[in-house]
């Protein structure tokens, strides 16, 4: 089976209040899926349900292609929003720990615990206690620990979240090495040039409802016909069908109305006789598509 | 079965090596064993310091048995004061001149039989009393010469052997023989309560490190990860036990220090008392203890689920410590009356029993079958609160920043039944 993550239709009730409703994602083995949403938009809650921590009142999780058993999470590596390992244990100590909870003999446990260490560059801190770590190198830590037992899915919520950009750039190279070794990675996260950079697929939510899901790339294209950026010296007076001008480093960006096709922003400037150095469709980021999807949400509401 | 033995092992483990690890548990388990250290090195300082310290008082010795003689060097090898009759031994006792008074009767080689006799002390702890290491090798030594010098006759060597049985007779200050009960009973009070303050503190101690190490896993979200791992029983069962043995450790250096240590200071200052330990009331203390420490553990383990920050189970610790800590208030009432209806109440309620037991038990005021009965009722209650406390333990684990109302219990123990 291909699939190593699987949510059905989930929803999930505390008191009155719907914080998960009726959402479903689906993530494959070797792939990187980003789960995005503003704060309170029920991602936490959607992982803690998949790693069958909370229950939904709805729905339901397949985890590695079975039920979500104790034997199939010993195979799922999980890092929580909240860093927060033991303060007064060794790095070395928890991390044994960690694995040992993942049904690795202490042996095992403590090779892999080093190797880990090594690759996150905190192999000296291994006999430090975690309060002389830093919030950064503790997260890591905690990381590392995710990591220790080689899983097949691994779960981050917030992944980069208080990480100087050095140790972003570790965090995300070890990913990389992860997907190439065939576990699926999904994160939750709100730094969209992260999910740019590393997810294929993505699921945004709000107030627990689906807004958007499937492969990034597609996502994008579907709007990226509607902006248009051109460089040049200066702009025709009027552009029929551009609804929103934007300059942005020397250059125009426009947004055009329902039913304008590109090439007659770039008519405009012909007629006008306007040299023009650049011109290309845009895709929208993922931020604006964020924000976008988002706003029109809660303005619905 | 196995699965989730394992998982409450690995738990086990962690929180014990976690635990004992701590400095404070490392400075209150070795406080009492380092005071007691304390006080014997003063006392051996200050002996050793002291120009006018007082020579030990002799041994006073009566031997009724004709075959008996004493050399000149035993009596000064041994420190024995010789008395020819029984009533000059309890005269001598009575004003002082000796420290206590051995009596060999003249049936000695029969029956092995020694009379000890003895004024204060010796009854301190209760039951048990004898006398103290010194004086015991100086008697078996005698006994053993004088047995040996005699012609060896199967049953002189089988007496030298074997040495003596000591029958206690505490004299009281008008020569007359007293009753143990008196003194026995005073100075088991004193041992006992001390246990039980000793034992309520650990308790106290033990649930309220318990509650709050559940609320700081659950505020720092470590709890997420070990319930990807772990059955939230496991996790609850291998805490509960970690932190109790831990506890027990502590109470075995406690009450190990003081069964080593104190005899050795009374024996310094031998005149003054002796400190037999009861073993027997340190075997209930015990079980009412890991009794007692089940059921708040259990209840505290609850409350550190349910508390959204370790503050705030801090806080409701209370519900624990409270009851505890009245249940010392009424020792009083008890005490003057072990056999009462409130004393028989207290006994079976789970959060007083262990205290109310402990000093019924060290006045007699409590039969074998009440003991069993009250201990079997904490444990009951304590299983019971297991039962309920594991479902309310997922429910409120996986609630952040959120109280968990009577409401949201309720409706955690119908979804887990």
Known sequence: ?301 | MLETLNEIRLIFAEELRRFTRGKGYIILTLAVPTILLVVMGVILTVRAVSPDREEPKPIGIVVLLNDFTFAPDDLQRFRFLAFNTRQEGIDALTKGTVKEVFVIPEDYLKTGRVEWLHGKGGAFSGIDPGPSDTSSAALRAYLRTTLAIEEMMPELLARAVVGATLESVHIGEDGQPVEEDADTKVGTIVVSLVSILLLIFSIMIGAASLGEAVAEEKESRMIDVLLTCVKPLSLMAGKVLAIGTAQLIMITVWVGSVVVIAPRIADIISSAFEFPINLGLLVWALAFFLAGYFVSAVIMAGIGAVATKVQEANQLAFLVIFPLLASIYVLGLILSNPDGSLARVLSFIPFTAPSAMMIRLAVDGASALESVASLAVIVLTGMALLWVFARVFRAGLLMYGQRMSLRRVIRALREAG
């Open chain 1, 1 to 301: 089976m291909n699939v190593a993550l699987e949510i059905k239709d989930v929803t999930k009730v505390y008191d009155s209040r719907t914080v998960v409703d009726h959402v479903s994602l689906m993530v494959k083995r070797g792939e990187t899926f980003g789960l995005l949403g503003p704060n309170g938009s029920g991602k936490t809650t959607t992982i803690r349900m998949a790693l069958d921590i909370i229950r939904p009142e709805s729905g339901s999780v397949s985890l590695l292609g079975g039920m979500p058993t104790r034997e199939a999470l010993t195979r799922v590596g999980y890092l929580p929003e909240e860093r927060g390992l033991y303060q007064k244990s060794k790095v070395m100590d928890i991390l044994i720990y960690l694995g040992r909870l993942k049904r690795m003999d202490a042996a095992t446990a403590r090779v892999r615990a080093k190797k880990m260490l090594k690759r996150v560059g905190l192999y000296e801190y291994r006999n430090k206690k975690v309060q002389a770590l830093s919030r950064g190198m503790t997260q890591l830590v905690q990381f590392a620990g995710a990591l220790l037992h080689k899983p097949d899915l691994i779960m981050l919520d917030e992944p980069f979240a208080g990480l100087d950009p050095l140790n972003v750039h570790l965090m995300k190279e070890i990913l990389r090495e992860q997907k190439e070794r065939g576990a699926a990675i999904v994160f939750s996260t709100h730094q969209m040039p992260d999910v740019e950079e590393l997810c294929e697929r993505v699921l945004l939510i709000n107030d627990g409802q689906t807004l958007l899901y499937g492969r990034l790339a597609e996502l994008k294209r579907a709007r990226g016909t509607r902006s248009v950026r051109v460089t040049a010296d200066r702009q025709p007076e009027s552009i029929p069908g551009v609804v929103d001008t934007k300059v942005r480093n020397g250059s125009f960006e426009y947004l055009m109305g329902e039913g304008t096709k590109p090439e007659e922003v770039l008519r405009a400037y012909l007629d006008a006789s306007i040299l023009v150095e650049r011109y290309e469709i845009a895709l929208p980021s993922l931020n604006q598509i964020f924000i976008e999807e988002v706003s029109r949400a809660r303005n619905a509401k």
